[in-house]
């Protein structure tokens, strides 16, 4: 089947940690995002990258990176440099990276990253 | 700038009711817009989406929505509710400048009663 694979689903880290989180896609698409999500606020874009070797800042990007040296794949570390990392990650993926008529954005089931 | 809002943060309904969740946004030109759910800790699932053409799109589960330029608003509508439609829902447009980048509403909630 194809779809988005976050992993992992539950991740607890310590200050001053760094941690990575996965997102995988086989759905052969060549934009991918990374999306925050906390209580009452919506998503908000960290990330997003158009093509391979390419990414981009979003609305809330400090304390954060990203690399795309694969279309599956798009991992986010999460530095020490995020203040508030505890919330609710969500990957997504779409055909391309432009508002066009059919590229709708398909979601993962997200990683939550508790900061103990 | 650019926004969605969403100007309910929760609504609850009998099973059977009819629903209407309201979403209006604020865009330079027609934008393409989205109504997404999202079950408790999970990701977010696509229920309907409006690019062009005919203003009233239908959806998934039974859900559609209705695109109204003049009051810039999307609001998704179900003619009777289910158990199993409680969630959490989120309204979506991409930001202007032709890149997909979707700013979302805060989300309604969703409650559905016996």
């Known amino acids: 089947d194809g779809g988005i694979t976050q992993s992992p689903k539950y991740l607890f880290r310590k200050e001053g940690q760094n941690v990575t989180l996965s997102c995988e896609q086989n759905l052969n698409h060549d934009a991918m995002y990374w999306y925050r999500q906390d209580p009452g606020q919506g998503l908000r874009l960290i990330y997003y990258s158009q093509i391979v070797n390419d990414f981009q800042k979003g609305d809330i990007a400090e304390g954060y990176s990203v690399s795309r040296e694969k279309k599956e794949s798009f991992p986010l570390t999460v530095t020490s440099a995020q203040k508030n990392p505890t919330a609710f990650y969500l990957c997504?993926?779409?055909?391309?990276?432009?508002?066009?008529?059919?590229?709708?954005?398909?979601f993962g089931p997200g990683t939550r990253l508790t900061v103990l | 700038a650019q926004s969605v809002t969403q100007p309910d943060i929760h609504i609850t309904v009998s099973e059977g009711a009819s629903l209407e969740l309201r979403c209006n946004y604020s865009y330079g030109a027609t934008p393409y817009l989205f109504w997404y759910v999202q079950s408790p800790g999970q990701g977010l699932q696509l229920l309907l989406k409006?690019?062009?053409?005919?203003?009233l799109v239908q959806g998934i589960k039974g859900f559609e929505a209705e695109f109204k330029r003049s009051q810039s608003s999307f609001n998704l509508r179900k003619p009777s509710v289910h158990w199993s439609d409680a969630a959490e829902y989120f309204c979506a447009v991409p930001l202007s400048g032709g890149y997909n980048k979707l700013i979302f509403g805060a989300g309604t909630r969703l409650a559905v009663h016996p």
């Open positions: 409006y690019f062009s053409g005919d203003t």
């Open positions: 997504a993926s779409s055909i391309s990276g432009l508002a066009i008529s059919g590229n709708e954005q398909f």
